[in-house]
């Protein structure tokens, strides 16, 4: 079997671009405006991946607002269209189909080696999975391991999925991370996806394609494990098949038309923040638990979720939930949406409500189905 890797790949950003956006998401040595243009670049390690994993994440919310309140929004997959959106106008944030686009667009300029997959989403409400519609990243470097004695391996690497891990994970079968607080995340690696119709073969003598089909079936899942809660879940599934533009094109079409489920039927809104009275305690607390510091720029402590899902507002700092509310209307919706997530900030309150007036998605439309 001949070993192959990732090349390097020349990125759509210029240098000027690339440092916009090492600012924009305050990278380490890159927060103050003026330096960011002339600040040495960091190198493609793994403390450097961790580093602008958590910020991404920190800097660019999960959410399709656009498809739901903005006038003749979109959800584009196009770079030229995130690149505006995310770093030039600073409009919000969006889903893993534009930030994980434009992410990788900055691994590469970094002269990370990676590959870009597609995988399936778990919805625990219907029980089912999607079509290939998530995307993710594998990064090709040494392991932070110890007894792997600098072997190369992967570390999927993801900030475009609303409640995932806040770190890169190492590709290995039962290989677990925390997440925020006493949450964690966990890599399972199976011989078939859950809802395959393959079945063993039993004692039958197979030539080497079906026996080289039969490997291909294989998968991985993401799984989630919330604090204090007994079970590990499905968060989504990904072969490790390179996946290229066209691919990423075609899934987001699927998942940013009028209809399509779960962004144009509900609001879905996930931000991180750092704590800022936890902040100052996170070098204390990863000495504390022995977190190897180049996964973990931040304890898991010290990281705030607020969140927006349907009729509810949640807000979560380390294990602890310290609101749930009812939202009331559309109008308390979007007040919290721009005050409270920076979101919408773009968009006038009254053009705002009168865009998703009718939608799926809208308040009335969700009362309306819950009285049935």
Known sequence: MVVVRPKLVESWLSDARLRA????????????????????????????????????????????????????????????????????????????????????????????????????VFSPISNSWTGLTHTATLVYLPSHIASDRGSMVYYLSDVGFGSSPHRPMLLRNEWQEFGRGGDKF?????????????????????????????????????????????????????????????????????????????????????????????????????????LPKQLYPYHPSVVEQRMIVGDKHIIKVGDQQVLSEKIADEGHRVDLLKHNFALLTHVEKDDALREIRGKPSSLNALSTRSTR
């Open 21 to 120: 956006v090492l600012h924009t998401i305050s990278f380490p040595g890159f927060q103050d405006k003026e330096t960011s243009t002339r600040a040495a670049l960091p190198c493609a390690t793994l403390d450097t991946l961790s580093k602008l994993h958590i910020h991404f994440m920190l800097t660019f919310p999960f959410e399709a607002l656009s498809m739901n309140y903005e006038p003749h929004g979109v959800m584009s997959s196009q770079l030229d269209d995130i690149y505006e959106r995310l770093i030039e106008k600073r409009h919000g944030g969006g889903y893993c189909l534009q930030i994980n686009l434009l992410y990788r667009e900055v691994l590469a300029k970094l002269a990370f080696r990676f590959v870009g997959v597609l995988g399936r």
């Open 186 to 290: 966990r890599m399972v690696h199976r011989h078939v996806h859950p809802q395959s119709t393959f079945e063993p073969a039993g004692d039958e003598q197979v030539d080497q394609h079906v026996a080289q089909i039969a490997r291909d079936q294989s998968v991985w899942i993401l799984q989630h494990h919330r604090h204090g809660t007994p079970d590990w879940l499905d968060c989504y599934s990904f072969s490790t098949a390179e996946c290229f533009y066209p691919d990423y094109h075609a899934s987001n079409k699927a998942t940013s038309h009028p209809e399509s489920q779960p962004f144009a039927t509900m609001i879905l809104v996930v931000r991180y923040l750092l704590h800022a009275p936890l902040v100052e305690l996170s070098e204390e607390l990863l000495e504390r638990d022995k």
